[in-house]
């Protein structure tokens, strides 16, 4: 079965930066489309970034411009940079697995979450 590993989360200041890494086990990565979500206390989980096999983008509109999705596929892993970062931003980050650019909708496979607390 496919697995994910998060990782990367942690307290970081207002304006400042973390990258988020996910490394996939258990699939053909490098045609497997990847994401990651986000769940925020009260909120719903919602999309922050994907990446399709062939590298298409798609991202949130409150992260345009700050936040980029890369896939290595040598790794079995894609990553997530955050910059710029807000207390909006404080949530728990979901890696996904099968994550469909054409409908922007996430696949069958989660990882653990990795928490993000962005302090003012």
């Known amino acids: 079965q496919v697995q994910l590993v998060e990782s990367g989360g942690g307290l970081v200041q207002a304006r400042g930066s973390l990258r988020l890494a996910c490394e996939a086990s258990?699939?053909?990565?490098?045609?497997?489309?990847m994401a990651w979500y986000r769940q925020a206390p009260g909120k719903q989980r919602e999309l922050v970034a994907g990446?399709?096999?062939?590298?298409?983008?798609n991202y949130a509109d409150s992260v345009k411009g700050r936040f980029t999705i890369t896939r290595d596929n040598a790794k079995n892993t894609v990553y997530l940079q955050m910059n710029s970062l807000q207390p909006e931003d404080t949530a728990v980050y979901y890696c996904?697995?099968?994550?469909?650019?054409?409908?922007?909708?996430?696949?069958?496979?989660w990882g653990q979450g990795t928490q993000v607390t962005v302090s003012s």
């Open positions: 996904n697995a099968g994550y469909s650019g054409t409908t922007m909708s996430p696949g069958n496979y």
């Open positions: 258990g699939g053909a990565f490098r045609f497997t489309g």
């Open positions: 990446i399709t096999p062939l590298r298409t983008t």
